[in-house]
């Protein structure tokens, strides 16, 4: 059965690094998938952040492509988000999903609230 | 990319259908049929509903359904039933790559 669960901090101060992690269970993040985190602000509608495939390739929301960068690690075969120069805007719970066949989000993980705020 | 344009709420008695719209452009919703549909009940992550604009995947009860009008797809929601109050989002692949979600529905059984 596959399962996403995200990790990271809850609160982060502003104009900080956001550092997430999504643990990967029951597939390989090798087999020919596209990763990708999708945020939620409180009270409003989902924004697709971007992508990355196993092989490295990644794709991202032209809104926050210069501050966002998404990895993966095969060896821990999970992936990550890192996004920098945090404001309040930035405030959301932000969910890892499975992308089927490049364009369907299929699994998704529990989602992770993160509060930017000092 | 602009999210794609869905109404605000939507309503409907217990058996009643509905059908909740999702208008994007040729670069979008119009130009492949990559739509997708994500129901949401409060406090829980989106759930993959209907995917290439009319299959259900597995698990998924045939009262929902898909469908797709040049620049505009559709949920239908069919004997609707108490536990389909939830927010819906569509979602399409785009001329870049890139996905754009809607703005998303909130339906309400009455």
């Known amino acids: 059965q596959v399962q996403l669960q995200e990790s990271g901090p809850g609160l982060v101060r502003p104009s900080g690094t956001l550092s997430l992690t999504c643990a990967v269970s029951?597939?390989?993040?090798?087999?020919?998938?596209?990763w990708s985190w999708v945020r939620q602000p409180p009270g409003k509608g989902l924004e697709w952040i971007g992508e990355?495939?196993?092989?490295?390739?990644?794709d991202y929301n032209p809104s926050l492509k210069s501050r966002v960068t998404i990895s993966v690690d095969k060896s821990n075969n999970q992936f990550s988000l890192r996004l920098t120069s945090l404001t309040a805007a930035d405030t959301a719970v932000y969910y890892c999903?499975?992308?089927?066949?490049?364009?369907?989000?299929?699994?998704w993980g529990q989602g992770n609230l993160v509060i930017v705020s000092s | 990319q602009s999210a794609l344009t869905q109404p605000a709420s939507v309503s409907g008695s217990p058996g009643q259908s509905i059908t909740i719209s999702c208008t994007g452009t040729?670069?979008?919703?119009?130009?492949?049929?990559?739509v997708s549909w994500y129901q949401q009940h409060a406090g829980e992550a989106p759930k993959l509903t209907i995917y290439?604009?009319?299959n259900r995947p597995s698990g998924v009860s045939n009262r929902f359904s898909g469908s797709k009008s040049g620049n505009t797809a559709s949920l239908t929601i069919s004997g609707l039933q108490a536990e389909d109050e939830a927010d819906y989002y569509c979602?399409?692949?785009?001329?870049?790559?890139?996905?754009?979600f809607g703005t998303g529905t909130k339906v309400t059984v009455l």
């Open positions: 999903a499975r992308v089927q066949w490049a364009r369907n989000f299929d699994y």
């Open positions: 029951g597939v390989s993040i090798s087999n020919h998938f596209w």
């Open positions: 990355v495939f196993h092989g490295g390739n990644t």
């Open positions: 040729s670069n979008d919703v119009g130009g492949y049929n990559y």
């Open positions: 290439d604009v009319n």
């Open positions: 979602s399409s692949y785009t001329s870049s790559g890139a996905k754009v």
